[in-house]
């Protein structure tokens, strides 16, 4: 974990610096992983920046101004509305009142946390104050939402460079170590290092260690930033080239490093015969008869005595042939890493908006968002996919689908602390009114065996939102799977005793009944409790098909229950004409199929009838009037067939008919012609006419 600054240390030079751009919002994230120790400060919570707790050197004055007022009571009225809240701020601004800026300021960002701009405006307001160690604990926690928002980290680190390192004209105790600054540093690049537009943040890092000398940690850095695919990534790789070309490559190489590419210089330099240090041919005719070269000769000095490096020329051509292997094997880590570059860059390009708005998002950038997660997940590291959801939930913040798609992924990759901090972060925060985040949180903790902080998470969410039903679905499921049977009846009944209207008490009643008849088994408690529902709302149809159903699953059942079940519904005048005839057509198909009294179901389906034809507007409908229909219409053709006469055939009908017999083979050849015109009969082999085909009611087309 990393350690944030002390008050000691010494004077960094800070004349070049970056700055960042203005803005209200910026591309920012929360993951909350550091917790920083700030002088005089509590330690920051992760997930929920805590207000300043600094003494404050301006006492608070009672402010009793009936404007503020006013813009106070808007944001409480109504806390998601983000332009009431703007409204607040630069009211408090304008009025120069310290203590409540930072009342304001602490509630909004606590509501946004996400708005980097406003971690910048509270710190400056501490600033102007003259309350540095109050502005220095703001940007801290504003890190601490939103590490991958580039501008606030820079803003944070020339501000303590700025004011911690270089104030000892002020007789302020300067003294903070160079390691100190450089933690920031190095906490800033690798929290947001791989944000596409962090280059400007590498670049103050490397610049900072430039003007302290510091050489080897630049090239260590620009290697790192080497391998981010980040915008201006070409550049960076220029930057580096030039680097190199400027200093000596002892200067910014480790040691290790430096020793092997020099071994591979002298030997390529050796294998083509040049001098190592005139450059010029070595040629064994300028030696004596007889004596050969030794190819070692000396070279054991040169390699191990580094002393003599500093005094080689800046050109010489072995310093060159170092340089070059530098930018030789930089290069190859340059191509691979602008492949996957290229390979993003469309996704990043068409992303207009990387920062939070409570504005929606148009349909185009939701879109490019879901697929260059799904291109990161099928193609990149876990790291990667990781950030890239991080930064998807800057812009999409208020978006539940990607935030239940990235616990989906981490649920099957990460540590269990850092998927219920995803879900802390989304539901207390971003979305506090989506029940299925929540619900899904609850599921998770009962997974992984807390059904007690998933019941406390239902609850909560409940009280605040009690007209959503599933939520207390859910509570009686997670009562009901961990056997906690007098449980669930406790929530059902408060829920049927609390329900703001006669569907919702029915609605719980039926789940109430269900419980008992189908997971305890006790069919009489069920009975009883949709009797007592029934009176509360005599319409409901599901009360009545429920109480039905629980009578069917008796064995043996009693038919006497069952038929006043429906003979109830039949004289009931609140439900509607459709409910009536359905029960009516099921009570006959009930008698029907176990009725012992012929009587009985005569008289149901004469009832059924009458009931049927005094609603015009309905058809009567079930198996039974499916049967009645088939037969008439069966009875109904053979009648039409009996009336209709038999056809008088022409000479041209028959041979007609001749031709076709003739194709198939079915029929005798007619006499072919005959002296007068009358209408021949033909024989009965000659046309014959198939039997009608009527299906059985039972028959189903294929």
Same mark, same amino acid.
């Given at each position: 974990?990393?350690?944030?600054?002390?008050?000691?240390?010494?004077?960094?030079?800070?004349?070049?610096?970056?700055?960042?751009?203005?803005?209200?919002?910026?591309?920012?994230?929360?993951?909350? &992983?550091?917790?920083?120790?700030?002088?005089?400060?509590?330690?920051?919570?992760?997930?929920?920046?805590?207000?300043?707790?600094?003494?404050?050197?301006? !006492?608070?004055?009672?402010?009793?101004?009936? #404007?503020?007022?006013?813009?106070?009571?808007?944001?409480?009225?109504?806390?998601?509305?983000?332009?009431?809240?703007?409204? !607040?701020?630069?009211?408090?601004?304008?009025?120069?009142?310290?203590?409540?800026?930072?009342?304001?300021?602490?509630?909004?960002?606590?509501?946004?946390?996400?708005?980097?701009?406003?971690?910048?405006?509270?710190?400056?307001?501490?600033?102007?104050?003259?309350?540095?160690?109050?502005?220095?604990?703001?940007?801290?926690?504003?890190?601490?939402?939103?590490?991958?928002?580039?501008?606030?980290?820079?803003?944070?680190?020339?501000?303590?460079?700025?004011?911690?390192?270089?104030?000892?004209?002020?007789?302020?105790?300067?003294?903070?170590?160079?390691?100190?600054?450089?933690?920031?540093?190095?906490?800033?690049?690798?929290?947001?290092?791989?944000?596409?537009?962090?280059?400007?943040?590498?670049?103050?890092?490397? #610049?900072?260690?430039?003007?302290?000398?510091?050489?080897?940690?630049?090239?260590?850095?620009?290697?790192?930033?080497?391998?981010?695919?980040?915008?201006?990534?070409?550049?960076?790789?220029?930057?580096?080239?030039?680097?190199?070309?400027?200093?000596?490559?002892?200067?910014?190489?480790?040691?290790?490093?430096?020793?092997?590419?020099?071994?591979?210089?002298?030997?390529?330099?050796?294998?083509?015969?040049?001098?190592?240090?005139?450059?010029?041919?070595?040629?064994? #005719?300028?030696?004596?008869?007889?004596?050969?070269?030794?190819?070692?000769?000396?070279?054991?000095?040169?390699?191990?005595?580094?002393? &003599?490096?500093?005094?080689?020329?800046?050109? #010489?051509?072995?310093?060159?042939?170092?340089?070059?292997?530098?930018?030789?094997?930089?290069?190859?880590?340059?191509?691979?890493?602008?492949?996957?570059?290229?390979?993003?860059?469309?996704?990043?390009?068409?992303?207009?908006?990387?920062?939070?708005?409570?504005?929606?998002?148009?349909?185009?950038?939701?879109?490019?968002?879901?697929?260059? !997660?799904?291109?990161?997940?099928?193609?990149?590291?876990?790291?990667?996919?990781?950030?890239?959801?991080?930064?998807?939930?800057?812009?999409?913040?208020?978006?539940?689908?990607?935030?239940?798609?990235?616990?989906?992924?981490?649920?099957?990759?990460?540590?269990?602390?850092?998927?219920?901090?995803?879900?802390?972060?989304?539901?207390?925060?971003?979305?506090l009114h989506k029940p299925s985040l929540v619900m899904d949180w609850a599921g998770f903790e009962e997974q992984q065996g807390d059904p007690d902080k998933a019941v406390a998470l239902l609850k909560d969410f409940s009280v605040k939102h009690p007209k959503l039903l599933m939520v207390t679905v859910r509570l009686s499921g997670i009562e009901r799977r961990r056997k906690n049977f007098s449980g669930v009846e406790a929530i059902y009944r408060q829920a049927i005793e609390n329900a703001s209207s006669p569907d919702v008490a029915s609605f719980f009643a039926l789940k109430l009944s269900r419980f008992f008849s189908k997971i305890v088994g006790d069919l009489d408690a069920a009975s009883k409790v949709i009797l007592d529902a029934i009176p509360l709302e005599y319409c409901n149809e599901k009360l009545y098909l429920q109480l039905l159903d629980i009578e069917y699953s008796k064995s043996p059942f009693n038919e006497d229950n069952i038929i006043s079940i429906f003979e109830s519904v039949n004289e009931n005048k609140e439900v509607s004409d459709d409910c009536r005839l359905m029960f009516s057509q099921r009570k006959q198909e009930f008698l029907e199929e176990f009725g012992?009294?012929?009587?009985?179901? !005569?008289?149901?389906?004469?009832?059924?009838?009458?009931?049927?034809?005094?609603?015009?507007?309905?058809?009567?409908?079930?198996?039974?009037?499916?049967?009645?229909?088939?037969?008439?219409?069966?009875?109904?053709?053979?009648?039409?067939?009996?009336?209709?006469?038999?056809?008088?055939?022409?000479?041209?009908?028959?041979?007609?008919?001749?031709?076709?017999?003739?194709?198939?083979?079915?029929?005798?050849?007619?006499?072919?012609?005959?002296?007068?015109?009358?209408?021949?009969?033909?024989?009965?082999?000659?046309?014959?006419?198939?039997?009608?085909?009527?299906?059985?009611?039972?028959?189903?087309?294929?």
């Open positions: 974990m990393a350690q944030l600054l002390t008050n000691n240390a010494s004077v960094v030079d800070s004349k070049k610096r970056i700055k960042p751009e203005t803005g209200v919002y910026g591309n920012q994230t929360t993951n909350g &992983n550091f917790v920083a120790d700030v002088p005089d400060v509590k330690k920051a919570k992760v997930d929920i920046p805590p207000a300043i707790v600094v003494e404050s050197k301006c !006492l608070p004055v009672p402010v009793t101004d009936p #404007d503020l007022e006013r813009y106070w009571k808007t944001v409480r009225d109504n806390p998601d509305d983000f332009a009431g809240w703007t409204y !607040l701020l630069q009211y408090v601004e304008s009025i120069g009142h310290i203590p409540e800026c930072r009342k304001a300021f602490d509630a909004f960002l606590n509501k946004f946390p996400y708005c980097y701009g406003y971690w910048k405006k509270l710190a400056d307001i501490e600033k102007k104050a003259n309350e540095l160690d109050l502005a220095l604990a703001v940007y801290e926690r504003g890190v601490q939402a939103i590490p991958l928002s580039i501008d606030l980290w820079i803003h944070y680190i020339n501000f303590y460079i700025e004011h911690y390192t270089c104030l000892a004209s002020s007789n302020r105790a300067t003294g903070v170590k160079k390691k100190d600054v450089e933690q920031m540093f190095e906490r800033g690049v690798t929290t947001a290092g791989i944000e596409y537009r962090s280059l400007k943040l590498w670049i103050l890092f490397i #610049d900072w260690a430039v003007d302290i000398g510091d050489l080897k940690k630049s090239m260590d850095l620009y290697d790192r930033c080497l391998q981010c695919p980040i915008l201006g990534h070409s550049q960076h790789f220029q930057k580096l080239k030039d680097f190199v070309k400027n200093n000596l490559p002892f200067n910014f190489l480790p040691s290790e490093e430096f020793f092997r590419l020099r071994s591979v210089v002298v030997a390529e330099m050796k294998a083509s015969g040049k001098d190592i240090f005139s450059g010029e041919s070595s040629s064994q #005719d300028d030696l004596p008869p007889g004596v050969d070269i030794d190819p070692t000769s000396g070279l054991d000095d040169i390699v191990n005595e580094s002393d &003599n490096l500093p005094n080689v020329g800046i050109d #010489d051509p072995f310093v060159e042939g170092i340089r070059d292997l530098v930018v030789k094997s930089r290069k190859e880590v340059f191509d691979k890493v602008e492949l996957e570059s290229v390979k993003r860059k469309p996704f990043e390009d068409s992303i207009k908006r990387p920062y939070f708005h409570v504005k929606p998002l148009e349909k185009s950038q939701l879109s490019n968002w879901r697929d260059y !997660l799904k291109f990161e997940i099928e193609h990149g590291s876990k790291d990667r996919i990781v950030f890239l959801f991080e930064r998807c939930l800057i812009a999409c913040a208020l978006y539940e689908e990607f935030w239940l798609q990235y616990v989906t992924y981490l649920r099957g990759c990460a540590a269990t602390e850092n998927v219920r901090h995803v879900y802390k972060r989304a539901c207390t925060i971003h979305l012992m009294s012929i009587g009985k179901v !005569l008289t149901a389906y004469n009832e059924h009838q009458s009931l049927a034809s005094s609603m015009p507007g309905l058809k009567p409908s079930g198996s039974s009037d499916y049967l009645r229909r088939v037969i008439d219409q069966h009875i109904k053709v053979k009648e039409n067939a009996a009336k209709v006469p038999p056809p008088q055939l022409t000479m041209n009908v028959i041979q007609n008919a001749q031709n076709k017999a003739s194709v198939h083979k079915e029929a005798t050849p007619v006499p072919n012609s005959t002296t007068s015109g009358t209408a021949i009969t033909p024989r009965a082999n000659v046309y014959h006419q198939p039997a009608r085909y009527y299906p059985s009611p039972h028959y189903t087309a294929k």
